[in-house]
């Protein structure tokens, strides 16, 4: 469960009778919009339905009988959820704006380079500074995944800025390879791998390209500094020195 501060309130007024159910904001959107694969216990801050939730006052059981064939919490959350008005007070959508937006600037960070610096990643103030001076705002009631587009289109006319990924070769010398190719297989698609009769190891991950300075932090700090690194453009010409 969520705790009350994470929760929003969804209504649903029927028969003469309001049903008000304590749930996440981003699982209520996509309950409503049928998007939702988790565990309903994971996202509501209450087994419960509520007359009114701010009270706890409960309706009768026999209105619940009326409207939903049933008295089971966990069958009816979702359809007040689905039916009814997902309520927000100014400062859960101010609170909510400012989470997407973090987000977002995240999301666009890890996945952003500049084409015009050899495809360098962008940094999270860079992102940042350039969205305030475009006219997009986030919508706190919108899926971050469904704004980036939007976002790119905005940046566009301010800073050159691409999505792209970007493949690299890491050999690890055999004291290190253990611990850090385990690490360095976790940044995203490894494409191959080959280990070395010295028990060195090699490995070609494939992983957005806004995240190489992370990437090259982390091999670095699980190899003190003494891995080799090669951006591959062409897999058949790997020839890590």
Same mark, same amino acid.
Do not use: C
């Given at each position: 469960?969520?705790?009350?501060?994470?929760? #929003?309130?969804?209504?649903?007024?029927?028969?003469?009778?309001?049903?008000?159910?304590? /749930?996440?904001?981003?699982?209520?959107?996509?309950?409503?919009?049928? *998007? %939702?694969?988790?565990?309903?216990?994971? /996202?509501?801050?209450?087994?419960?339905?509520?007359?009114?939730?701010? @009270?706890?006052?409960?309706?009768?059981?026999?209105?619940?009988? *009326?409207? $939903?064939?049933?008295? *089971?919490?966990?069958?009816?959350?979702? !359809?007040?959820?689905?039916?009814?008005?997902?309520?927000?007070?100014?400062? +859960?959508?101010?609170?909510?704006?400012?989470?997407?937006?973090?987000?977002?600037?995240? +999301?666009?960070?890890? =996945?952003?380079? =500049?084409? +015009?610096?050899?495809?360098?990643?962008?940094?999270?103030? &860079?992102?940042?500074?350039?969205?305030? !001076?475009?006219? %997009?705002?986030?919508?706190?009631?919108?899926? #971050?995944? =469904?704004?980036?587009?939007?976002?790119?289109?905005?940046?566009?006319?301010?800073?050159?800025? @691409? $999505?792209?990924?970007?493949?690299?070769?890491?050999?690890?010398?055999?004291?290190?390879?253990?611990?850090?190719?385990? &690490?360095? @297989?976790?940044?995203?698609?490894?494409?191959? *791998?080959?280990?070395?009769?010295?028990?060195?190891?090699?490995?070609?991950?494939? $992983?957005?390209?806004?995240?190489?300075?992370?990437?090259?932090?982390? /091999? =670095? !700090?699980?190899?003190?500094?003494?891995?080799?690194?090669?951006?591959?453009?062409?897999?058949?010409?790997?020839?890590?020195?």
């Amino acid at each position: 469960m969520i705790s009350l501060d994470e929760a #929003v309130t969804a209504r649903l007024e029927s028969h003469g009778q309001r049903f008000e159910v304590l /749930v996440d904001p981003d699982a209520a959107l996509a309950i409503k919009r049928d *998007e %939702f694969d988790g565990e309903l216990e994971d /996202v509501i801050a209450a087994e419960d339905v509520f007359e009114d939730a701010s @009270r706890g006052d409960r309706p009768p059981e026999n209105s619940l009988t *009326e409207v $939903f064939d049933t008295t *089971e919490p966990l069958e009816i959350i979702p !359809e007040v959820i689905k039916q009814g008005e997902i309520q927000i007070t100014a400062d +859960q959508r101010r609170e909510m704006q400012e989470q997407k937006h973090r987000q977002l600037i995240q +999301q666009i960070t890890r =996945n952003a380079v =500049n084409p +015009q610096m050899d495809d360098a990643p962008h940094p999270p103030d &860079r992102i940042e500074s350039a969205l305030e !001076e475009t006219d %997009f705002r986030v919508d706190p009631m919108e899926p #971050v995944d =469904n704004q980036v587009d939007d976002a790119l289109d905005a940046l566009r006319p301010v800073i050159p800025i @691409r $999505f792209d990924e970007v493949t690299v070769a890491v050999q690890v010398p055999a004291d290190y390879a253990g611990a850090a190719q385990s &690490r360095i @297989r976790q940044f995203g698609d490894l494409e191959r *791998e080959e280990w070395q009769a010295d028990g060195s190891w090699i490995g070609v991950i494939t $992983f957005p390209a806004g995240m190489q300075n992370e990437f090259y932090d982390v /091999v =670095n !700090e699980h190899t003190s500094g003494e891995a080799e690194t090669q951006i591959v453009k062409d897999e058949d010409e790997i020839s890590i020195r």
